[in-house]
Each structure stands twice: as structure tokens, then as C-alpha cells.
């Protein structure tokens, strides 16, 4: 592989990362290649380390590095699942400072042009825990798209008929955002807002 073709190949690598166009992957390639070596070494052992030691938590689906997440870990937690779709909404919420249960994370969202269904995100072990750890409420917090709010109502319609109290994160988040972009104020009213299904 000439010089060429590695400075392509970097380009390539970062602009497969989420918003990262061409131009912000060219400017990424050409940081990386006035960086030391060390550093560089180092940055390549941190991106190996995390794919091989972070997993998700047995309990929530959250990304972790243990076998149960410290959020779930917290002794004292109200008995209420927040549901999110990506472990970055995880992130997201617990900056509000507003929420003191644990998660859930789909990871994904129902979306029948992508052909998920159901069974291809992570409702069942919801329905697991709502059951054996003696939970009150369900928040779905989904982003406030169709596939986030199809996904709340089928939510919904599977755990109230076991009694179950859900609500949804009130509409203070815009149609079509995304939680991880929201800011703190905006996603602590919305959760202390929500509204029953």
C-alpha cells in the first residue's frame, strides 16, 4: 500500500463515523498524521481496548466495562425503567440530574422499512424485569420521531395490560430530535412533564 493509499484509507476510516463528512474525516486523517507516534499508538490501543473490554450491562443493555453497569450497581434506585434507545440516551439523561431510576436500552427502535420488528430490539428482557424487579413505571423515552413513538405505544400496549403505569417524556423535545443532542434544561422538564399512555 503506497502513501497514497493509507492517507485514503484513513479518510475512508473516519468518515465512516456518525456526521463526519469527507472534509471533517481529511481534517481528522491529517491531525492523526502530525501526532507522535506514542500518541498515535496509544490512541490505536484505547479504540482496541474499548471494542474488546466495553459490553453491554446484563441488567439494562447500557454499555459498561463490568458485568453490571454502575447506574444499575447504585444501591437505592426508584423503582421506575427509563426506556432509551441508544446507550448515548443514557448518557444524555442522567446529565439532566433529574431522573433517579435505572434504564432500559432497546438498542434500536421499531422502523418496518429497515425491517426491525419487536424481536429485533430489546423489549423481551423489559418484560423480564418489569416483572421481577417489582417496578411501578415505565418511562419510554424514545426519541420523538414515528419509529420512536410507534415504538412507545407498542410499549405501552404490552405492559399496561399488566399493570403497569407508562408514560412518555413530555413533547418538550422537538419532533424528529435527538435526546443526545438536547440540552439538560430542555430533557429534565421533559422528564418531570412526562405524561401517562
Same mark, same amino acid.
Given at each position: 500500500?503506497?502513501?497514497?493509499?493509507?492517507?485514503e484509507?484513513? %479518510?475512508?476510516?473516519f468518515?465512516?463515523? &456518525?456526521?463526519? *463528512? /469527507?472534509?471533517?474525516?481529511?481534517?481528522?486523517?491529517?491531525?492523526? #498524521? +502530525?501526532?507522535?507516534?506514542s500518541?498515535?499508538?496509544?490512541?490505536?490501543?484505547?479504540?482496541?481496548?474499548?471494542?474488546?473490554?466495553?459490553?453491554?450491562?446484563?441488567?439494562?443493555?447500557?454499555?459498561?466495562?463490568?458485568?453490571?453497569?454502575?447506574?444499575?450497581?447504585?444501591?437505592?434506585?426508584?423503582p421506575?425503567?427509563?426506556?432509551?434507545?441508544?446507550?448515548?440516551?443514557?448518557?444524555?439523561?442522567?446529565?439532566?440530574?433529574?431522573?433517579?431510576?435505572?434504564?432500559? %436500552?432497546?438498542?434500536?427502535?421499531?422502523? &418496518?422499512?429497515? *425491517? /426491525?420488528?419487536?424481536?429485533?430490539?430489546?423489549?423481551?428482557?423489559? #418484560? +423480564?424485569?418489569?416483572?421481577?424487579?417489582?417496578?411501578?413505571?415505565?418511562?419510554?423515552?424514545?426519541?420523538?420521531?414515528?419509529?420512536?413513538?410507534?415504538?412507545?405505544?407498542?410499549?405501552?400496549?404490552?405492559?399496561?395490560?399488566l399493570?403497569?403505569?407508562?408514560t412518555?417524556?413530555?413533547?418538550?423535545?422537538?419532533?424528529?430530535?435527538?435526546?443526545?443532542?438536547?440540552?439538560?434544561?430542555?430533557l429534565?422538564?421533559?422528564?418531570?412533564?412526562?405524561?401517562?399512555?
Amino acid at each position: 500500500m503506497n502513501q497514497i493509499d493509507a492517507m485514503e484509507r484513513l %479518510v475512508n476510516e473516519f468518515s465512516k463515523l &456518525p456526521s463526519v *463528512g /469527507k472534509k471533517s474525516a481529511q481534517r481528522f486523517a491529517y491531525h492523526v #498524521l +502530525t501526532m507522535n507516534e506514542s500518541d498515535v499508538r496509544d490512541f490505536a490501543d484505547a479504540l482496541v481496548a474499548a471494542k474488546e473490554r466495553i459490553h453491554t450491562c446484563k441488567v439494562c443493555a447500557n454499555f459498561t466495562d463490568k458485568e453490571v453497569c454502575d447506574i444499575c450497581a447504585k444501591a437505592k434506585k426508584e423503582p421506575i425503567i427509563c426506556v432509551v434507545k441508544e446507550p448515548k440516551d443514557v448518557t444524555a439523561l442522567e446529565k439532566a440530574h433529574e431522573f433517579n431510576g435505572t434504564y432500559h %436500552v432497546l438498542h434500536g427502535v421499531i422502523n &418496518p422499512l429497515e *425491517g /426491525k420488528g419487536p424481536n429485533d430490539i430489546n423489549i423481551r428482557s423489559l #418484560l +423480564t424485569r418489569v416483572s421481577e424487579e417489582n417496578i411501578s413505571e415505565v418511562i419510554v423515552a424514545t426519541n420523538p420521531d414515528v419509529e420512536g413513538e410507534a415504538t412507545a405505544m407498542y410499549i405501552a400496549n404490552i405492559l399496561k395490560p399488566l399493570g403497569i403505569k407508562v408514560t412518555r417524556i413530555a413533547q418538550g423535545i422537538a419532533m424528529g430530535s435527538e435526546l443526545e443532542y438536547t440540552d439538560a434544561v430542555t430533557l429534565s422538564k421533559a422528564l418531570s412533564s412526562r405524561r401517562e399512555m
